[in-house]
């Protein structure tokens, strides 16, 4: 698939995972290189989603439909092969992406869902070769804040990965 990417605005790339209990979510501008991850309920991703435009949705194979019922017509979805969406593979290539033994340092631990978000995002940077995101290849610092979400008003958790 091959997207273009507009220079003057935010260009965000999304990865929606349907766990057990909640959704995982992970966004990357490729504009600016901002880089965030977080979980919550259908309804809080659904707003999430809203927010943040996302020219392209990540999800995993066989579950175009399921997204498009629970969360309309989002940018374009792209499924991509199970493996990608395994925990194991996302903790991988996150650790290797920002040089890490672990994501502990980074107060992502808990959020199971959101990591395997954000590795489906990386991996599909390294299978289409995207060569403007440079920016998010250095050691980043993280910030963990909470955000409300639509009208439940109820907290959900965000990781924020930054340039320094």
Same mark, same amino acid.
């Given at each position: 698939?091959?997207? /273009?990417?507009?220079?003057?605005?935010?260009?965000?790339?999304?990865?929606?995972?349907?766990?057990?209990?909640? /959704?995982?979510?992970? &966004?990357?501008? #490729?504009?600016?290189?901002?880089?965030?991850?977080?979980?919550?309920?259908?309804?809080?991703?659904?707003?999430?989603?809203?927010? !943040?435009?996302?020219?392209?949705?990540?999800?995993?194979?066989?579950?175009?439909?399921?997204?498009? /019922?629970? &969360?309309?017509?989002?940018?374009?979805? !792209?499924?991509?092969? *199970?493996?990608? !969406?395994?925990? *194991?593979?996302?903790?991988?290539?996150? @650790?290797?992406?920002?040089?890490?033994?672990?994501?502990?340092? &980074?107060?992502?631990?808990?959020?199971?869902?959101? #990591?395997?978000?954000?590795?489906? #995002?990386?991996?599909?940077?390294?299978?289409?070769?995207?060569? @403007?995101?440079?920016?998010?290849?250095?050691?980043?610092?993280?910030?963990?804040?909470?955000?409300?979400?639509?009208?439940?008003?109820?907290?959900?958790?965000?990781?924020?990965? /930054?340039?320094?």
């Amino acid at each position: 698939m091959t997207m /273009c990417w507009n220079g003057g605005e935010n260009n965000f790339l999304a990865a929606v995972h349907f766990g057990r209990s909640k /959704c995982g979510v992970a &966004f990357l501008d #490729i504009s600016t290189g901002e880089f965030l991850t977080a979980e919550g309920t259908v309804e809080t991703v659904d707003k999430w989603l809203a927010d !943040f435009a996302p020219k392209e949705v990540l999800v995993c194979h066989g579950l175009r439909d399921r997204f498009g /019922c629970t &969360f309309g017509p989002v940018g374009s979805v !792209f499924e991509m092969e *199970d493996w990608v !969406f395994m925990p *194991d593979t996302a903790r991988d290539r996150l @650790q290797r992406h920002f040089e890490t033994v672990g994501l502990k340092g &980074f107060g992502v631990e808990d959020l199971e869902d959101g #990591i395997v978000a954000a590795g489906a #995002i990386l991996v599909y940077l390294d299978r289409t070769k995207h060569t @403007q995101v440079g920016h998010t290849s250095r050691r980043s610092c993280v910030s963990r804040r909470r955000v409300t979400s639509g009208s439940t008003n109820s907290p959900s958790t965000a990781l924020s990965l /930054c340039d320094r």
